[in-house]
C-alpha cells in the first residue's frame, strides 16, 4: 500500500507552503493604512519638510473611492485603466525621466495631482507650508 504514504507526503509539502505564504504575507506586506507621509525615494536630499499625509484617513475624509485617482495604470487609448492599479510603485518610478536628475517633472506631477484637486474642491491645503509642515 503506496497510496497512503505519498497521499501524507503531499498533504504536508501543502502544509509547509500554506505556512511559508502565511509567513511572507504577515512580513512583507506594508498596507496603506501604515502610510502617514509622502516620501518618495527620489528626493534624497529634500528642500522641503516631507508632507504628513494619513492615507486612509486622508482618503475617506476626501471621499476618494478610486485608487487610480493616484495610483493609476494608463490603458492603450490614454485612458486610466478601470482594472489595474500601482499601488505597488512609487510616482517617480513612472515619472521621473530616465537618467535624469531634474526632479522639477517629478514635483510637479505631485502637485499636479495633489494640490489641484484641493483647488478644485476648494478643500485642503494649497500653500507651501501648509503641506510642507515644519515639524
Ligand atoms: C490621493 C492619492 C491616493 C489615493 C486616492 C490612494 N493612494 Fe495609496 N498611496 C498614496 C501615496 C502618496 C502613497 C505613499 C507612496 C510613497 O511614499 O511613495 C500611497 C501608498 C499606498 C500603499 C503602500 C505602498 C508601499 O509599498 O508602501 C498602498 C498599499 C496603497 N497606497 C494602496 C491604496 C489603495 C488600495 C487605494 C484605494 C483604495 C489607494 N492607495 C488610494 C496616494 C494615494
Ligand atoms: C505605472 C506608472 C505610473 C505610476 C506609478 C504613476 N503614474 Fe501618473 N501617469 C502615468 C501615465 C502613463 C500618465 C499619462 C501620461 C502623462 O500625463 O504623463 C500619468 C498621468 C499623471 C497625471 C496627469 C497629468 C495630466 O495632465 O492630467 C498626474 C498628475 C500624475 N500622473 C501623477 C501621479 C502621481 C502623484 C503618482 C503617484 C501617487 C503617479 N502619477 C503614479 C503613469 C504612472
Ligand atoms: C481627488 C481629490 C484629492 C486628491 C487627489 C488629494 N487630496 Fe488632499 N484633500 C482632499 C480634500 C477634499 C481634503 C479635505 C478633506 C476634509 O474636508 O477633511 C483634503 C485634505 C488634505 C490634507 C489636510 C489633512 C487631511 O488629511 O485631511 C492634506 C495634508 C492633504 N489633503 C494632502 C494631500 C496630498 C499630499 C495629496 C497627494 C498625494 C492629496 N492630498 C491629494 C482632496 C484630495
Ligand atoms: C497639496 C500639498 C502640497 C503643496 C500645497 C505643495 N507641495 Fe510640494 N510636494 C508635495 C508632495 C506630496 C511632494 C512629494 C513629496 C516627497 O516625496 O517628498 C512635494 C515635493 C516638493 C518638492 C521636492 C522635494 C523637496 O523637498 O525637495 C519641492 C521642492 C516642493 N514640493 C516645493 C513646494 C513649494 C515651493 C510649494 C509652494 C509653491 C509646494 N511645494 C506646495 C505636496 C505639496
Same mark, same amino acid.
Given at each position: 500500500m503506496r497510496s497512503i504514504p505519498m497521499k501524507q507526503r503531499s498533504l504536508k509539502i501543502s502544509l509547509?507552503?500554506?505556512?511559508? $505564504?502565511?509567513?511572507?504575507?504577515?512580513?512583507? $506586506?506594508h498596507s496603506q493604512e501604515d502610510v502617514k507621509t509622502v516620501e518618495d525615494d527620489a528626493f534624497s536630499e529634500r528642500m522641503r519638510p516631507i508632507v504628513p499625509f494619513l492615507h486612509d484617513e486622508h482618503n475617506e475624509n476626501a471621499l476618494i473611492e478610486e485608487c487610480g485617482v493616484c495610483h493609476h495604470v494608463y490603458d492603450d487609448n490614454g485612458q486610466i485603466s478601470e482594472d489595474e492599479?500601482?499601488?505597488?510603485?512609487?510616482?517617480?518610478?513612472? *515619472?521621473?525621466?530616465e537618467k535624469s536628475k531634474n526632479k522639477t517633472e517629478l514635483i510637479k506631477y505631485y502637485h499636479n495631482r495633489c494640490k489641484n484637486c484641493h483647488q478644485q474642491r476648494n478643500a485642503g491645503p494649497v500653500m507651501?507650508?501648509?503641506? *510642507?509642515?515644519?515639524?
Open positions: 509547509i507552503i500554506t505556512l511559508i $505564504v502565511t509567513l511572507m504575507a504577515a512580513y512583507t $506586506v492599479t500601482s499601488e505597488d510603485n512609487q510616482c517617480s518610478e513612472c *515619472h521621473l525621466p507651501c507650508a501648509e503641506c *510642507h509642515v515644519k515639524k
